[in-house]
Structure formats: structure tokens, C-alpha cells
């Protein structure tokens, strides 16, 4: 079945970074964009930007840029997503999601990865 | 940048009511819209998209209409499992932009 596989829990201190990822089975990779949403704690919905598996380009959000870093391991089927810099309002609930292509709906999550920053 | 902002923010109803929340975009987004649930601890999941087509497996009580910049999602009789938080996304424009979120609760 298609699914999203992301890595665990991650506690860093302020101004470390740290690196997400998302392991994709059950469809060809290549073919779809991923998306990064993050939630912070009681908050809403925060996109991040989109990777292109296939080439290899993004399209990060411009709150983000210069700041955060999407890649992809096509070998393994694996999008990352690098976030440096951390600071305490960076703790949230990092989301990678599939984005379908018919209208950019994301219609596949993952279960999400919880980054505590914290000193 | 499109700004999303739904409406009402909270919701209180009761197990079979229909409820209708409504999202508006600061421009025409034509039918760029999704519309997603959300439960406590759980990833967001597509209940709706390109406005009104429903999502494969999702429950034939959700809809969705509208176009342009004012859009709707009807529950048509609410059933205990949906009370959740539902988003809408519109996907019209980067940057990608969600509304504020819509917390429904059991009254």
C-alpha cells in the first residue's frame, strides 16, 4: 500500500539543525511532488515547500528560504527535509505529504515527526 | 501571496446535524481547493479535492462546493467520528496556503 515512512522524534538545542525523513513505498517515487507542512503545538497548518523527486527541484515558502533544505536519495525512494538554525518556535510536528497532481491536493501523510527544541 | 480564512473557527454540534463550513480566498482560486481532517495526534487526511470531488474511501455525507473565492464543506449528518478539526488548502498558487482551521465539538 502507499505510505509514508518518517524518521522519529528529534530533541536539539537552539541554533543546531536537524535533518527529516520520509521514506515513500507502494508507488514510483519519482512521480509525484512531496510536500513539508509543519504544526506547531495547538496550532494550524504551515507549508514549508515542495521537492520534485524526479529533478531534484524545490519550491520552498520565502519564510523558509536560506533556511531550509529539501533533497531526495531516488535510490531509496527517500525525501529529506534539513531545517538549521533552530530556534524554540521551530518545535513542532513536521509533516511530509504526497502531492497528487490533479489540482495539488496532498493526499498521502505521513505520520509526522515531532522536533522539540529546546536548551 | 492567497490568503485562506475560514469560518466559523469553532463549531459545536450534536450527532446527526448538518453542518456547513465555509472558506474564502483573498483571490480567485478557481477550483484549488482541498479540504482536509484532522484528529488529535493524527496527520491531517483528504476528505476533498479540486473542490468537490470527494476522495476515494472518504464517507458520501462530506461535500464540497464552490469556485472562485468563496467555497463550502457540508457534513450532512455528523457522526461521532467527525468531530475533528477540517482545514481548507487552496493550491492555486505557491506559496500553498491553509485556512486557520475549523475545530468542530460535540455540543
Known amino acids: 500500500q502507499v505510505q509514508l515512512v518518517q524518521s522519529g522524534a528529534e530533541v536539539k538545542k537552539p541554533g543546531a539543525s536537524v535533518k527529516v525523513s520520509c521514506k515513500a513505498s507502494?508507488?514510483?517515487?519519482?512521480?509525484?511532488?512531496m510536500h513539508w507542512v509543519r504544526q506547531a503545538p495547538g496550532q494550524g497548518l504551515e507549508w514549508m515547500g515542495w521537492?520534485?523527486?524526479?529533478?531534484?527541484?524545490?519550491n520552498y515558502a520565502q519564510k523558509f528560504q536560506g533556511w531550509v533544505t529539501m533533497t531526495r536519495d531516488t535510490s531509496i525512494s527517500t525525501a529529506y527535509m534539513e531545517l538549521s538554525r533552530l530556534r524554540s518556535d521551530d518545535t513542532a510536528v513536521y509533516y511530509c505529504?504526497?502531492?497528487?497532481?490533479?489540482?495539488?491536493?496532498?493526499?498521502?501523510w505521513g505520520k509526522g515527526t515531532t522536533v522539540t527544541v529546546s536548551s | 501571496d492567497i490568503q485562506m480564512t475560514q469560518s466559523p473557527s469553532s463549531l459545536s454540534a450534536s450527532v446527526g446535524d448538518r453542518v456547513t463550513i465555509t472558506c474564502r480566498a483573498s483571490q480567485s482560486i478557481s477550483s484549488y481547493l482541498n479540504w482536509y481532517q484532522q484528529k488529535p495526534g493524527k496527520a491531517p487526511k483528504l476528505l476533498i479535492y479540486?473542490?468537490?470531488s470527494l476522495q476515494s474511501g472518504v464517507p458520501s455525507r462530506f461535500s464540497g462546493s464552490g469556485s472562485g473565492t468563496d467555497f463550502t464543506l457540508t457534513i450532512s449528518s455528523l457522526q461521532p467520528e467527525d468531530f475533528a478539526t477540517y482545514y481548507c488548502q487552496q493550491s492555486y498558487s505557491t506559496p500553498v496556503a491553509f485556512g486557520q482551521g475549523t475545530k468542530l465539538e460535540i455540543k
Open positions: 479540486a473542490a468537490s
Open positions: 507502494g508507488y514510483t517515487f519519482t512521480g509525484y511532488y
Open positions: 505529504a504526497r502531492d497528487n497532481g490533479t489540482v495539488g491536493e496532498m493526499d498521502v
Open positions: 521537492i520534485n523527486p524526479n529533478s531534484g527541484g524545490t
